[in-house]
């Protein structure tokens, strides 16, 4: 492992650097907070207007070449090396910025997996609009009996003549109330072993038939979505990789994620920000970072940080070095989300009864978004695999431990 860069990735990270600085206070303001790094599903877009900014900004991100750098450039990406990529995750993760701008899920996994398995045709059509932004794409796998089991989803669809005619309902659907499109997953053979009789859609949300129903967390926002299909009608053209194989191709999907590098999630930010707060105010009668329960926190909080950055640094070596990445990935997952709900419910116990002062109340400290951060920590702790499943692989297929 060498932990130095060269002076060109250093040069690049310089040029990202003073590019967000820019782009971020035009379109967000200065010192305001952006939209939110959250890559696991987007929920804190918040309101119209913040979606609107995020629009723009992704339209910065697409004219300067960085929408997808990820990609290969025939496909129109930015065709960058792996540390080039980590570089980039870095500084956009440090700035608050989705690494994607408004399309998270179609720049990190639907395109990819459309270039390992889908048709000419589909990459034709659906690429470029992925990359500016122009059509936004949801991902419709959750089921209210199917979320860590998602292999027994029972959204069905059966074929007449051109076409697949869906009936069933989703749930927990990030930006299905803002998506054009939406990949589906759906039983197409009810009598085969449920992993083998499921296919891959991809469905255009203006589709007669279909009803998206916001649902409000307890954040007050309302980011996921009940979706239902009521005889809605997919061309068999929309279907990628073969009939009753979608589980091979939402497979293909998550190895992508993997290559790409995993879940981020811009916790150092956060911890930064918890510094800041704790030099703002008292605890326990003395300024709170002045305390030594509130400085030994933060210290843990830091140390654990960099040993998430150091472990990630560690895989992206092992990729360089032509390894393919493991199950090492839910580490990551698990552990960033668990450490960004335990620095955000600190906050709260620093803020003492301030800290359940809700969003822009009278007396709320930085507008109440500490509280807001404790309310949607625990989300992303869920959303991608819950914490317990990651237990799971980690115990199977790291430890190599029985089964349970
Ligand atoms: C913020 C957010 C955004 C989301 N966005 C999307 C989206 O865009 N598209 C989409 O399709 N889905 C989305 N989801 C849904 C997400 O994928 C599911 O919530 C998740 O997979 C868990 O499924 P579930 O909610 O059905 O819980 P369940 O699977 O019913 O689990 C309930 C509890 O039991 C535990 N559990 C379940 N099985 C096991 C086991 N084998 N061993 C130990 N414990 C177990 C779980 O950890 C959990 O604590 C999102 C969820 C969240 C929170």
Redesign the pocket.
């Known amino acids: 492992m060498d932990f130095r860069f060269t002076p060109e990735e250093d040069a690049f990270r310089a040029k990202i650097h003073a590019w967000l600085e820019t782009t971020t206070r035009a379109v967000f303001g200065r010192g305001q907070d952006g939209p939110g790094a959250?890559t696991?599903?987007l929920?804190d877009v918040g309101d119209e207007s913040r979606w609107q900014r995020l629009k723009q900004y992704h339209r910065r991100l697409y004219d300067a070449g960085y929408a997808a750098l990820h990609w290969p450039k025939q496909y129109g990406g930015g065709g960058a090396t792996l540390i080039e990529q980590a570089i980039y995750q870095d500084e956009a993760l440090s700035f608050g910025m989705p690494l994607y701008g408004c399309n998270q899920?179609a720049i990190d996994r639907i395109g990819p997996t459309l270039m390992f398995m889908g048709t000419q045709a589909q990459q034709d059509r659906y690429l470029p609009s992925m990359l500016t932004g122009e059509e936004i794409w949801?991902?419709?796998?959750?089921?209210?009996?199917?979320?860590?089991?998602?292999a027994g989803l029972q959204t069905r669809a059966v074929v007449d003549g051109d076409s697949f005619v869906v009936n069933g309902q989703?749930?927990?659907?990030?930006?299905?109330h803002r998506a054009d499109w939406q990949v589906l997953?759906v039983r197409t053979d009810s009598e085969a072993p449920k992993h083998k009789g499921i296919s891959y859609l991809l469905v255009d949300m203006k589709s007669p038939g279909i009803t998206v129903r916001p649902l409000v967390?307890i954040t007050g926002d309302a980011?996921?979505n009940e979706v239902f299909y009521d005889n809605v009608r997919v061309p068999k053209e929309n279907l990628v990789g073969e009939i009753n194989q979608g589980w091979q191709v939402s497979i293909a999907t998550l190895m992508y994620e993997r290559v790409s590098g995993g879940t981020r999630h811009p916790v150092e930010r956060t911890i930064n920000e918890l510094l800041e707060l704790a030099k703002q105010v008292q605890f326990e009668g003395m300024p709170a970072h002045q305390h030594p329960y509130v400085r030994q926190k933060l210290a843990q909080f830091a140390v654990e940080a960099r040993c998430l950055r150091l472990s990630r640094y560690r895989s992206l070596t092992s990729q360089l070095k032509g390894k393919i990445p493991g199950p090492e990935s839910s580490f990551g997952k698990l552990f960033a989300t668990e450490l960004n709900l335990r620095v955000a419910m600190f906050a709260d116990e620093l803020l003492g009864p301030y800290g359940t002062l809700e969003k822009g109340s009278l007396g709320a400290v930085e507008g109440g978004r500490w509280s807001q951060r404790t309310l949607?920590a625990?989300?992303?702790?869920?959303?991608?695999?819950?914490?317990?499943?990651q237990?799971?692989i980690i115990g199977e297929r790291v430890l190599k431990l029985p089964k349970?």
């Open positions: 959250s696991a599903s929920m899920l949801c991902q419709g796998y959750s089921e209210p009996n199917a979320g860590s089991d998602l989703k749930v927990w659907t990030s930006l299905a997953l967390q980011g996921f949607s625990r989300g992303l702790t869920i959303a991608a695999g819950s914490s317990e499943i237990h799971n349970g």
